[in-house]
C-alpha cells in the first residue's frame, strides 16, 4: 500500500545530500512518469523544484477531456542544516506528495492508469533557513512565496490538493490528518462532502477539518498572521484548493527533527492517491460551481484578496 512509497521518500530524503536528483533516482523504474528539475536560487538559499506528471488514459496530455489533479507538496524545507540535523517535521508534506506519485507511477505499470493527468510538484532543500513565528519556530524557505507558486501551481491544475505539516499551533489537536474548506480565488467554501467521503473512507473514522481565516488565504508577506503555509497555493490559482493537513496533538516546530510520523504521511498518501482516481473520472468535486456563481452574483469577485 501507500506505506511502502512513503518509506521509500522518507529514507531518500533524511540525507544532508537529498535533492532533485534524488526523485529523479526514484522514479528511475518508472520511465512514464515525467520528473523534470529546476534549480532556483534566491536570498536565503537555493532549492530543487520537482515536478512529476503522470499522463491519464484519457487526459489533456493525450488531447483527452478528463480533469488534471493538481498535488503540491507544501514546505519551507526538507531540512534546516547546520542548525538542525536530520528530516524536519515541515518536510512531510513534500515526501507525501513525492509518495503519491510514487504510487500512482507504480499503478500505471499494473494496468491501473487513471483517467485524468496527476502534476504533482514540490521543492527539495536540506539546508533551508528557519524563522520566528509564535507559538513555535517555522521553516522558512531559500526562495520567496511568488516564486514558489510559480512553480508549484500551474494553469493545467483543474483542482489543488495541497499538503503540509500543521503541527505548530493550538488550534488543530489531532493526531493524522485533516482537511481544510474549499478556497477559491478569496472565497471560503464549505467543505467539500465528496472529500469528506473519501477522508472517512480511507482513514476509517469520521472526518477530521481545520479552521482557516481570510488572513491564511492572503499571500505571505503582508504583515498579518498566518496559520501556516498551506493555501499559499490558492493566491496563486483560479481552480478550488484544499489544504490537507499532517497535524499532531501536541505544538511540534517545523524545524523539529524526530518528529514526522511516518504512517500519518502514509495516511495522506492514501488519501490524495483516492482523490486522484475520483478527481480524474469525474466523480468528485471540490466545490459547488452553480453555489460560487451564486456568491459572485450576489457579493462579487473576491480575487482581490490573492494580491499583497
Avoid at 477531456?65 to 518536510?91: F, H, K, N, Q, Y
Wanted: proline share 6%; glycine share 10%.
Amino acid at each position: 500500500m501507500s506505506l511502502s512509497q512513503t518509506l521509500q521518500v522518507f529514507d531518500a530524503f533524511d540525507s544532508a545530500h537529498a535533492s532533485g536528483k534524488t526523485v529523479v533516482d526514484l522514479f528511475a523504474r518508472y520511465p512514464e512518469a515525467r520528473v523534470t528539475v529546476r534549480e532556483i536560487a534566491g536570498p536565503k538559499g537555493k532549492t530543487d523544484f520537482v515536478k512529476i506528471v503522470l499522463a491519464g488514459t484519457t487526459g489533456k496530455s493525450w488531447g483527452g477531456e478528463a480533469p488534471t489533479l493538481g498535488i503540491v507538496g507544501r514546505l519551507g524545507g526538507i531540512g534546516a542544516r547546520p542548525s538542525r540535523i536530520g528530516l524536519v517535521s515541515d518536510g512531510d508534506g513534500a515526501i507525501a506528495a513525492v509518495a503519491t506519485a510514487l504510487k500512482l507511477a507504480d499503478m500505471q505499470t499494473k494496468g491501473d492508469a487513471l483517467p485524468g493527468d496527476v502534476i504533482v510538484t514540490t521543492h527539495v532543500c536540506p539546508d533551508a533557513p528557519t524563522r520566528p513565528h509564535q507559538p513555535v519556530d517555522f521553516m522558512d524557505s531559500p526562495v520567496e512565496t511568488e516564486d514558489m507558486n510559480a512553480e508549484e501551481v500551474l494553469p493545467d491544475m483543474e483542482a489543488v490538493l495541497s499538503i503540509d505539516t500543521t503541527k505548530g499551533n493550538r488550534i488543530l489537536n489531532h493526531k493524522g490528518i485533516a482537511i481544510s474548506p474549499t478556497v477559491k480565488q478569496g472565497y471560503i467554501l464549505r467543505v467539500a462532502d465528496d472529500l469528506v467521503r473519501i477522508m472517512e473512507m480511507t482513514t476509517g473514522r469520521p472526518a477530521v477539518t481545520f479552521p482557516i481565516t481570510t488572513q491564511d488565504i492572503t499571500p505571505y508577506g503582508n504583515g498579518v498572521y498566518h496559520l501556516n503555509s498551506i493555501l499559499q497555493p490558492s493566491i496563486a490559482t483560479v481552480a478550488p484548493v484544499v489544504g490537507v493537513a499532517i497535524a499532531a496533538e501536541s505544538v511540534v516546530p517545523g524545524c523539529g527533527t524526530g518528529a514526522s510520523h511516518e504512517v500519518d504521511i502514509a495516511l495522506a498518501v492514501k488519501f490524495a492517491v483516492e482523490v486522484a482516481k475520483e478527481f480524474t473520472r469525474g466523480t468528485c468535486r471540490f466545490h459547488d460551481t452553480a453555489e460560487y456563481e451564486r456568491l459572485i452574483q450576489l457579493y462579487g469577485s473576491l480575487a482581490h484578496l490573492q494580491k499583497r
